[in-house]
């Protein structure tokens, strides 16, 4: 291998190193005792570590992270009097590729198919503006933070992805994934190519809604509260919370192809956007290492399903979601190194659940 030569100034320096190595020597009594430089650094560190966490991530008095709840939240409807009607090319959804929440709302665009129906525009993050920013310059804004700004001026909140914003109106109409993706779902069927594909059809709501809240709960922001705990009891309550849910889940996909059945719904999309991420940055960053998905008899392959339904996969984003959790979240990763693995090929091998649950139909 070759060896990295030095300049005549790092020579010298060098020199000058090696011969006061003795001086060093005799002043050993003098030094910091590293007993004090340890104490020292982990309280610093500690000190500054709690206090960044606090920014990222807002705790209560456990230690354990609370998301805080979105703020726009009206709808695209087609009913009278509503100021957001569907139309082609008035909305537009702002997503970061690395963000779960967004990424149910380009997995929904997808699959019902009305990627010309309603735009997207990708933001990234960006550690100097603390948050993300757009990729180019649009309604004269640069940050996310000011498109939220143009849209309510006193808004003191988070700016999240994903956006759906009104390019008409310009402003949000709504910042909730869970409430956009049933938009996008149901209002936007005039111009879908799959208009007749209900994720969220009524007579499985009550299941899709149970399964929700268990999932959102334990497993969708249950790896951030695993992630984001600040202290050791509410990183056991939220990992033992999280591996008992999914332990749950994949008892039932033994014997069921997707959460509810035979075919696909928005519960499904909720999960999958948190499964697809979990070996590549949960296990490692959120110290969810109990088990990675791949491992999960039942869980593994229908992440493999998900993954080869039509349009899914090119929605997923490996590269982005390891550079943005490894390389921003600051706190849980300093010095900002970002892993080489894992390896994620598996997710093209063949899944084989296309039969699950049909036999138990056929016995009955
Ligand atoms: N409840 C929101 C959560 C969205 C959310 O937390 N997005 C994160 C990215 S994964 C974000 O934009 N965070 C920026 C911030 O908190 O400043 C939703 O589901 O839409």
């Known amino acids: 291998m070759p060896q990295p030569t030095l300049s005549p100034k790092e020579d010298e320096k060098l020199t000058n190193l ?22 020292l650094g982990k ?15 807002p705790r209560n008095q456990s230690g354990e992270y609370v998301r805080p709840s979105s703020q726009f939240r009206n709808f695209v409807g087609t009913e009278e009097g509503n100021a957001y009607p569907p139309a082609v090319g008035r909305y537009t959804l702002y997503v970061g590729m690395s963000c779960p929440w967004a990424h149910r709302t380009l997995v929904v665009r997808a699959l019902k198919g009305i990627e010309d129906a309603v735009s997207v525009s990708i933001v990234s993050p960006s550690p100097l503006e603390g948050g993300w920013v757009l990729n180019q310059e649009e309604e004269g804004c640069r940050r996310l933070a000011d498109l939220y700004e143009l849209a309510e001026p006193d808004y003191g909140g988070r700016s999240t992805v994903p956006v759906l914003w009104d390019n008409q109106t310009k402003t949000i109409v709504n910042n909730e994934s869970a409430e956009i993706i049933v938009m996008l779902n149901s209002e936007f069927n005039e111009f879908a190519k799959h208009p007749t594909l209900d994720l969220y059809p009524q007579e499985l709501r009550e299941k899709i809604d149970g399964w929700n809240e268990k999932i959102y709960d334990s497993v969708n ?61 949960y296990y490692g960053l959120f110290k969810c290492n109990r088990r990675r998905i791949q491992d999960y008899q039942n869980l593994g392959a229908y992440l493999r399903d998900l993954y080869q339904l039509p349009g899914v996969a090119a929605t997923c984003n490996q590269e982005s979601v390891k550079q943005d959790y490894y390389g921003n979240l600051f706190p849980l990763n300093p010095g900002s190194i970002v892993p080489s693995g894992p390896d994620m090929t598996s997710l093209l091998e063949p899944h084989g659940r296309e039969s699950i649950g049909k036999e138990t139909i056929k016995q009955n």
């Open 43 to 57: 309280f610093v560190w500690t000190t500054i570590w709690h206090l960044m966490m606090s920014k990222l991530a």
């Open 18 to 39: 090696k011969t006061e190595a003795p001086k060093t020597k005799k002043k050993k009594g003098k030094s910091l005792p590293p007993k004090l430089i340890i104490r």
């Open 221 to 281: 922001n249950g790896v951030y509260r695993c992630g984001f705990a600040q202290t050791q009891e509410a990183y056991n309550q939220a990992c033992d919370e999280l591996f008992a849910s999914l332990d749950e889940i994949d008892a039932v996909l033994e014997k069921s192809r997707y959460l509810c059945g035979d075919r696909v719904t928005l519960a499904d999309v909720r999960l999958f956007t948190t499964l697809f991420r979990f070996d590549l940055a």
